[in-house]
């Protein structure tokens, strides 16, 4: 596939890193010159990288949007990724767009428009690249749809003192709030998904699906265990 991503932080690099390993065409707008040499440096020679702004057309001509088939906005900035996302999809045709947004309150927004969200900002890379290259985009939008959240828990290092006091998922289960799920753990880049004999430690991240709403009273929960 080809696809066009606007913004080079973070996300962006990581998503064109593993699409581009993954046999897809890879381009990148970036409106920062020194983020742009930082990509070129760092990123294989085959990614287009765009010195421009998303919500340029000539920009998005010049990121081959005639020929795209999904556009990514990943900016810090919610009404850019709208715009952008708007441009790909009614300037140049492409099918598919995925925007990160960074203010939950604004999803609405961008669904009327037709706009697939994930508003995640940390795990935003791994939906994606799941989207983009396993066809998972639907489970997304039925999450999103369905009024769900995906949510990201870390349990802080400062809780327990040592890894041996770690808790099986299957013991902790319970003290979950109602319409909560523990879906994965990881810490660092890594991530596997639970099952009851998965124990946690202090330093892993817990990724964890509830009804919209829910993210702080599972975080507390969380907390209070240990």
Known sequence: MQIIINGGGKIGEYLASHLTSGGHQVAIIEIDRRKLQRLADKLPQRVLLILGDGCDPASLVDAGAAHADIFVATTGADDVNLVSCELAAVAHNISRTIARVNNPKNER????????????TTVIARLIEMETTQGAVHAVMSLSQGDLEITEVPIPRALVGAAEQG????????????????????????????????????????????????ADQIRDALTDLW
Do not use: M, Q, W, Y
């Open 109 to 120: 927004i961008f669904r009327r428009l037709g706009i697939e969200t994930v508003s995640s």
């Open 167 to 214: 808790k099986r998922v299957a013991d902790i289960a319970g003290a979950l709030p109602r319409d909560s799920l523990l879906v994965a753990v990881g810490e660092g880049s890594s991530l596997e998904i639970v099952n009851g004999d998965t124990v946690l430690h202090p330093g892993d991240v817990l990724l964890t699906v509830s009804k919209a709403g829910l």
